[in-house]
């Protein structure tokens, strides 16, 4: 038998916002280094070629990649292959990520680059969250990234330092005009939503959680976290002091900015969390005091008229609801939700059994 359900009477949709750690197996913080001097950490740099490597390097947790980061120069500064007549690596990179997250409104046409402090940045280190793990989109107002740094000394004498950023999500309204994701907020001195430095104060970025893109100004990374222009560390060797956040501009291969990010991020830490709309919908099946007292199952009939098989059922039939099956307007089966324990149904009884489908 097959009723149909009254969407204004039977069925009721729910939107629901779902929070999990971002990182694999859904742990929220995840550290780079927990020992100044040492390789290792949680967050390992992924396998890339040298030409991969030119743009930008993968960091993994548990063996997947988690973010991406790179850096871009808004005329190609920091790469070996920029010239007057080829567009540098730093460059296409810069005007890829502004391309792709600026609004195209007709009154920003004349603006060439990202604006943070009221200035065009002429260079940016970018984050870019794996779609996996970030599900719909970052969850904003949660966030801390720790970059850590040396500043002087030789050896395992180098004086590390650090700094830590977040979104002001829980105190500002979204930056107008937004993005074509949709929302953009001021990154911050802070940690998880809270605001140390406001953005009026001094704004080191833009976070784009739709997205999953972190925009990071490279004037004022630096600033925090300045190590040496020309420093560079490569492989597990996190001995030398000097690493931090100032571009290194010249036009060489050896000008790898994109891995000083990765470091700072590894000798530092992460917490992020993913977010994710979820739909409930909930379907009343509703038996009625006349409705679903017999059943087509073979201990229920005797001989080739069907008779009822025992006799005190005939003005009484006894049945048991054990599930429930929604079949679209095809009559194709789309779902079954069983019961955990059956239902006992006959004409003195009524029941009602909430099928509930999440997506």
Known sequence: MFKDLNPAEDTITTQVTVTNGFFDGGVGTVNGNTVIGHGGGNITTSSLSTTQKKYYYNLQYNS????????????????????????????????????????????????????????????????????????????????????????TGLGNKATSSAFSLTDDSKTQDPLTPGSPFGEVYSIVSGAAGAVHTPAATKTYGHFYPDAGVFVLSATQMSSSLPGTKGFLLSGSDFIKAGNGLAPDTRTVAAADNASKLRVALQKGSITMRSEENQYIYDYFCRARANEFNYTNNITFWSGSDYAIRHSDMVQNPQTFISEVGLYDDQNSLVAVGRLSSPINKNFSSEAIVKVRLTY
């Open 64 to 151: 997947k990649d988690h973010l991406s980061v790179t850096y871009g120069h808004i005329a190609g500064s920091g790469s070996d292959d920029e010239s007057a007549t080829t567009e540098g690596t730093t460059q296409a990179i810069y005007k890829q990520f502004y391309n792709f997250l600026e609004p195209k409104a007709e009154h920003l046409r004349d603006r060439t680059g990202f604006i943070m402090n009221a200035v065009t940045q002429s260079d940016c280190y970018f984050i870019v969250a794996e779609r996996l793990q970030m599900k719909d989109r970052i969850n904003p107002g949660t966030f801390t990234l720790t970059f850590s740094g040396s500043i």
